[in-house]
């Protein structure tokens, strides 16, 4: 069992940035995949990004891949999202996900947070 509870959302001017975390409980959060996705009003839960169990593969959208980074803390049982050039179009609730297969898509995760919301303006 995992429990996730993310932070660090806000409101921000386009351009800025943001630094999501991700705090995970239990002592078994290296073995997890860790993943981001975010959901915009209207609209389905789509992926963001993802990094492996120990940090060493992370890949992200293509539309986010030039600004945002995701990584680990495995001491510290915590996955961040540093979130650069913010656009208007970021705007969303975010969420980040455990699985120990993790993907690409939002169906193979096990474990969700509650979401942060992000709110960009122009």
């Known amino acids: 069992q995992v429990q996730l509870v993310e932070s660090g959302g806000g409101l921000v001017q386009a351009g800025g940035s943001l630094r999501l975390s991700c705090a995970a409980s239990?002592?078994?959060?290296?073995?997890?995949?860790m993943g981001w996705f975010r959901q915009a009003p209207g609209k389905g839960r789509e992926f963001v990004a993802t990094v492996s169990w120990n940090g060493a593969i992370a890949y992200g959208a293509d539309s986010v891949k030039d600004r945002f980074t995701i990584s680990r803390d495995n001491a510290k049982n915590t996955v961040y999202l540093q979130m650069n050039s913010l656009k208007p179009e970021d705007t969303a609730v975010y969420y980040c996900a455990a699985d120990l297969a993790g993907g690409l898509e939002k169906g193979n995760y096990e474990y969700w947070g509650q979401g942060t919301q992000v709110t960009v303006s122009s």
């Open positions: 239990g002592r078994t959060f290296s073995r997890y995949t």
